[in-house]
């Protein structure tokens, strides 16, 4: 009796194991991690848009002294390194917010606003600050006669700007303006020279194109 049938089989089955243990060994390779990237909310590019609030020479806008005042602003926003920037150019009714002068008062009429603007973008939220030159005119009251034509000044400010969508969003912003040098007639008599200033708090819309 011989043993070759039992010796091949043995062979056989060494020369599968190889295989076999592959194929018991064997898997998926794991799927490369990618880091996900953080939404800048796309706030690049050209916008118009609407805004009201209330204005006070005051420091409490909202006090019962404060005036409705309200108008229209355009401009272009740019993200760079992580920051948005831009520029705004802002007309507003000031709503003949008064404003103290020696002697009595004057009432600010319209204003325009060339403005810069620095931003923090937190996905669909824009965190700004903002600075720039204005304009300002100025209405005589009972109590004193104002400067013709307009007077110049500056603001400082902050906001908050919310994107709905990627046309529409929403915001509100904090000024402080000063207007330098503004002559004056008190109707006592004689002649000053002061600066003014006032406090606005404004909401507003913008549609990007």
Request: aromatic letters at 10%; glycine letters at 16%.
């Amino acid at each position: 009796m011989t043993n070759k049938p039992y010796v091949l089989a043995i062979v056989a089955a060494f020369a599968a194991s190889p295989a076999w243990a592959a194929d018991l060994t064997y898997s998926e390779p794991a799927p490369a991690y990618e880091e996900p990237t953080a939404s800048t909310g796309g706030w690049s590019g050209a916008y118009v848009g609407l805004h009201a609030g209330t204005s006070s020479d005051h420091g409490m806008p909202l006090s019962g002294e404060s005036e409705f005042m309200g108008g229209i602003q355009g401009g272009y926003n740019v993200e760079m390194g992580g920051a948005v920037v831009g520029g705004e150019l802002e007309l507003s009714h000031m709503g003949d917010t008064e404003v103290d002068v020696p002697g009595g008062e004057l009432k600010e009429r319209y204003r325009v606003a060339a403005k810069a603007k620095v931003g923090a973008p937190l996905g669909d939220t824009l965190v700004y600050g903002t600075a720039g030159a204005t304009m300002t005119s100025l209405r005589d009251t009972s109590t004193a006669e104002g400067p013709d034509g307009w007077k110049p000044g500056w603001l400082l400010g902050a906001g908050v700007e919310q994107k709905f969508n990627d046309q529409i969003s929403g915001r509100v912003e904090y000024n402080y303006t000063r207007t330098g040098d503004v002559r004056s007639f008190p109707a006592a008599g004689g002649t000053t020279e002061s600066n003014v200033s006032d406090h606005t708090i404004k909401a507003g819309l913008n549609y990007r194109f």
